[in-house]
């Protein structure tokens, strides 16, 4: 059986092959961690895109959207605190050469040792059978006390650390756990600096240090700064909601993961602005709706997980990860903050503007609480494509690979496919093609052999093949075959539309 890692690989270079993921500027030999969507990448992201704003923005009478530029004042950027503060440890392995961020490498150790205990508990309960309990195992075992007291110790080390910048001791916590590298087993690392993760660039046509503006990391600061402009002229009242979707840049220290972790990529971010005092309940509830969205698209809800933050950023008071099994392992997909009146207040302060939101139900001003929700896009679209990837060996011994995206997902609906070149085939298709081009996104080809464009339209997810044959121009009955069960049935040229738009209202709202 391949392994996740050949899975991974596999998945890559069908992204590649298919038209749906390119290397930036591959002919150049490429840029690391910045890629291209292709002809069926695009298509598929935003229909990913759509989902997000049409569950946020249009199904939810009390939010609104905005589209904020990149460039910003280089003040929100203070204000924000990521000025001083956006940047991570890293370290070098000097025998493979390659750059690893220092706390994750500290944090994987602590997964290492979790494993450890998962393994005493399942070895417990293979001896124990029936009377096996857990929970009294965990709390009872000598062996996993150990193992929790090495978790702890570990992280009293680390977070204190990472708040004051304490490099020095995160390079002697590394030393001392005996953390090696995975590439070249060695321990024979360089000394922990801190790597600022924001892009710069000059504006205008000074250099000088004053024109010094960013490429903004996150998408959030774009609504804050908005906050009065939208809450104003929207007439919003709270609690309400502002969603934006963009690109953000960040100069990543590791960056080998493909579209899981790249410099410049997009997010899509919600922020809530509530009553200060009922953001943790609102907290709970956009934690459960983010799930539901997830699940809308038909993944198993065994493929993600709820990770709570432990070391919460400066400006939260709650937060929690939605992670996702990728084929590299449960990861962070989405993250829902409450950011308290953090971002608010202290743009409040840098600006000298008063920001506040007048509240006639109190008859009071104050400064909104933020919970906010924020899923990267390219992840989401990494999350459904390699759960969509699969291999099938086929009845008749042939192998396929079917891409099984949510049909509302699919980049195209219909394919609409002449069996031959020839006897008024082609026109009928065309025909087809052009009643069904303004609903849907459709597809005509007529090269290679029916069998061959089956395959290709398996290969990039489409829904539905219809066929036009001799047949058609005699009843004007197509043959309509479907992705997954790829059983065809013959059917009237008028019915084609009412069959894909059945298919399309699968998806679940929310
Ligand atoms: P990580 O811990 O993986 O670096 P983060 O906690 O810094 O992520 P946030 O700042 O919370 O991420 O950003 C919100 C979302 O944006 C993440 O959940 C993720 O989906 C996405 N995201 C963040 N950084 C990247 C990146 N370099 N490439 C692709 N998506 C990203």
């Not at 890692?5 to 749906?20: C, L, P, R, V």
């Not at 919600?270 to 709970?284: A, C, D, S």
Request: hydrophobic share 35%.
């Amino acid at each position: 059986m391949a392994n996740n890692k050949d899975i991974f690989k596999k998945i890559i270079s069908h992204a590649k092959e298919y038209g749906f993921i390119f290397q930036s500027s591959e002919i150049y030999d490429g840029l690391s961690a910045v890629y291209d969507y292709g002809q069926y990448g695009v298509e598929l992201k935003n229909n990913i895109k759509d989902y997000w704003w049409k569950s946020m923005v249009q199904y939810h009478e009390n939010i609104v959207g905005v589209d904020a530029a990149i460039f910003m004042h280089p003040t929100v950027w203070k204000a924000s605190g990521h000025t001083d503060a956006f940047n991570d440890p890293m370290i070098d392995n000097k025998d493979s050469k390659k750059r690893y961020r220092a706390d994750v490498l500290v944090e994987d150790h602590i997964v290492k040792i979790e494993a450890k205990i998962q393994k005493e508990v399942t070895k417990a309960a293979k001896r124990f059978g029936e009377a096996f309990d857990e929970q009294q195992f965990l709390s009872t075992n000598k062996r996993v006390l150990d193992y929790k007291v090495k978790i702890e110790d570990i992280k009293t080390r680390l977070y204190p650390a990472m708040d004051e910048n304490n490099l020095d001791d995160i390079k002697n916590l590394i030393e001392e756990l005996g953390i090696v590298c995975p590439l070249s087993g060695s321990r024979n690392w360089t000394d922990v600096r801190q790597f600022d993760l924001m892009f710069s660039t000059n504006i205008g046509s000074l250099s000088e240090e004053a024109s010094r503006i960013y490429l903004r990391p996150e998408t959030a600061q774009g609504i804050f700064v908005n906050f009065l402009n939208i809450q104003k002229t929207g007439r919003m009242k709270i609690p309400f909601g502002i969603a934006q979707i963009g690109k953000a840049f960040r100069n990543e220290i590791v960056a080998r993961q493909f579209i899981f972790r790249m410099r410049e990529f997009e997010q899509m971010e919600m922020q809530f602005f509530v009553r200060p005092g009922e953001e943790l309940k609102w907290f709970e509830y956009w934690k459960e709706q983010r799930m539901k969205w997830h699940l809308g698209m038909g993944i198993p809800e065994n493929k993600y997980k709820f990770h709570k933050h432990e070391k919460l950023a400066h400006y939260a008071n709650a937060a929690f990860d939605i992670e996702f099994e990728f084929p590299i392992g449960f990861k962070e997909l989405e993250g829902i903050h409450s950011r308290t009146d953090f971002d608010l207040s202290s743009h409040q302060k840098f600006s000298g503007k008063k920001i506040q939101y007048y509240d006639p139900d109190l008859k009071d001003s104050y400064v909104p609480c933020v919970v906010e929700t924020s899923i990267g896009l390219d992840r989401t679209f990494l999350a459904v494509f390699s759960h969509a990837f699969t291999e099938e060996k086929l009845e008749d011994g042939s192998e396929r690979v079917v891409m099984k995206l949510p049909p509302f997902l699919a980049p195209i609906k219909a394919a609409v496919l002449p069996l031959v070149k020839k006897d008024g085939l082609p026109e009928k298709a065309l025909e087809i093609f052009n009643s069904l081009k303004y609903d849907y996104m459709c597809y005509y080809e007529e090269k290679d052999s029916i069998g061959k464009r089956y395959r290709r339209q398996d290969a990039i997810g489409t829904p539905y093949c219809i066929t036009v044959d001799h047949q058609t121009i005699e009843d004007n009955t197509v043959t309509i075959r479907e992705r997954d069960t790829m059983k065809q049935d013959r059917i009237d040229i008028g019915k084609i539309s009412g069959i894909v738009a059945e298919r399309l209202k699968n998806m679940n709202l929310y």
